[in-house]
Structures are given as structure tokens and as C-alpha cells.
């Protein structure tokens, strides 16, 4: 069965400073994304990474992926209020198919 | 372009009865994807439709069942309703046909069962 696990699961930072959340997945994965979720709100895409070493970045956010360790990463870089969302990471498995969820982390950035 | 939508946005519903969910996916995408993601929790696959057949299907009961039309739309009915199916249920988008695998997900359903 795979696992895709997530950690932390609730992660409170100051504006202005750095953190990583770390997502590890139990078996080869074909891709893997990273998405966004407001309170009461759907889910939106932030990255997909293809390959092992792919590494995207997108304004304070940047995400890499190391298929070998199975251990994929988002990094946050000065962060701000607007961060302030649940980040999930998915493993697709099989081409396309299901989308396997980790549990989310929970991210409240304050001033 | 539009997105993904969903119909209805909320539903109350009471234990036992059945509810139908609808979903049209984005423009020129073949493939549809429902998730039930229960409060505080990530989302959970229930099935996919391509080309008017469930291609796969999660660890979820029969009383959940589908069905793609072939304008790609898709419903999602689930049947004999239980406290528990109360949740967020969330259609998602591909277009396999062309080996483009992104799923883009639409608002949801915001399913309450009393």
C-alpha cells in the first residue's frame, strides 16, 4: 500500500522567515505534485515534478523532488501572510491514474 | 477557457437517501477523477471515467458509483447515505488521451448528511 507522508502537519513561521516541508512516499512514483488549498476551497496546482533533480520555483515557493530517496521537498522562502494555506503533496503511481494524498501541512504565517 | 465545474455547491441530505453530484470537466480534457476529502484530511480517490468507463476505482463501497457521458461530463451518485460520506467531494480533470496527466480540480461539493 502506498504511503505518502507529510511533515510537519501544522507549521506556524513568521513573516520573513524560511522553512521546508518534507513529503516521502513509500514506492516509485511516475510524478508528483505539489498543490494549494485555502479554508473552504478547492485545491490549486503549484508545481509538477517529473523527474529525479527536478527543482521549479515559483515567486517565495521552490520544489524539488529526489526519486531516490523518494523524498520530495518545498522550500518557503521569506514567507508571508498570503502563504497562509494547507499545502498537499500527490503521488501519481500509475500514469495518470489516482492521485494518492499525503495528510496536508497546515502553514499560518504571522507577522 | 473555462475550468472544471461542479453542481450543485452544497447539499444537505439526510442518512439514507441518495444524492447525484455532477461535474463538467475543463475545456478538451477526456479524463475525470472524483476525491472525497473529509474534514482536516486529505483527498481520497474514489474512481476515474475515460471514454465512458471507470478505468479505476479507490477503496470505496459500491454504494458510491459513476458515470462519464460522452460529452466527457461525469456524475457521481452515492446511494444509502451514511453520517460519514458527509465531505467535500472534488472532480478533477486530465487529458489522458493526449498523455497529459495534470488533474485539475474543480470548487467541489460541500455534501452534509444529518
Known amino acids: 500500500e502506498l504511503k505518502v507522508e507529510q511533515n510537519p502537519l501544522f507549521l506556524s513561521m513568521q513573516e520573513g522567515k524560511n522553512y521546508t516541508i518534507y513529503c516521502n512516499y513509500s514506492t516509485t512514483s511516475d510524478r508528483l505534485y505539489w498543490y494549494r488549498q485555502d479554508p473552504g476551497k478547492s485545491l490549486e496546482s503549484l508545481f509538477v515534478?517529473?523527474?529525479?533533480?527536478a527543482v521549479k520555483q515559483e515567486g517565495r515557493l521552490m520544489a524539488s523532488l529526489d526519486t531516490k530517496a523518494r523524498l520530495s521537498t518545498l522550500h518557503i522562502t521569506a514567507a508571508v501572510h498570503d502563504l497562509s494555506a494547507t499545502y498537499f503533496c500527490a503521488v501519481d503511481i500509475d500514469s495518470g491514474y489516482a492521485l494518492n494524498f499525503g495528510k496536508g501541512t497546515s502553514l499560518l504565517v504571522t507577522p | 477557457d473555462a475550468g472544471v465545474t461542479q453542481s450543485p455547491t452544497h447539499l444537505i441530505k439526510t442518512r439514507g437517501q441518495q444524492v447525484t453530484l455532477r461535474c463538467s470537466p475543463k475545456?478538451?480534457?477526456?479524463?475525470v477523477s472524483w476525491y472525497q476529502q473529509a474534514l482536516g484530511q486529505g483527498p481520497q480517490f474514489i474512481f476515474q471515467y475515460y471514454e465512458e468507463e471507470e478505468r479505476q476505482r479507490g477503496n470505496f463501497p459500491d454504494r458510491f458509483s459513476g458515470h462519464q457521458f460522452p460529452n466527457y461530463s461525469s456524475e457521481l451518485n452515492v446511494n444509502a447515505l451514511l453520517l460519514g460520506d458527509s465531505a467535500l467531494y472534488l472532480c478533477?480533470?486530465?487529458?489522458?488521451?493526449?498523455?497529459?496527466?495534470?488533474?485539475?480540480f474543480g470548487p467541489g461539493t460541500r455534501l452534509t448528511v444529518t
Open positions: 478533477a480533470s486530465s487529458n489522458q488521451g493526449r498523455g497529459s496527466y495534470e488533474q485539475y
Open positions: 515534478l517529473l523527474s529525479n533533480g
Open positions: 475545456s478538451g480534457h477526456d479524463t
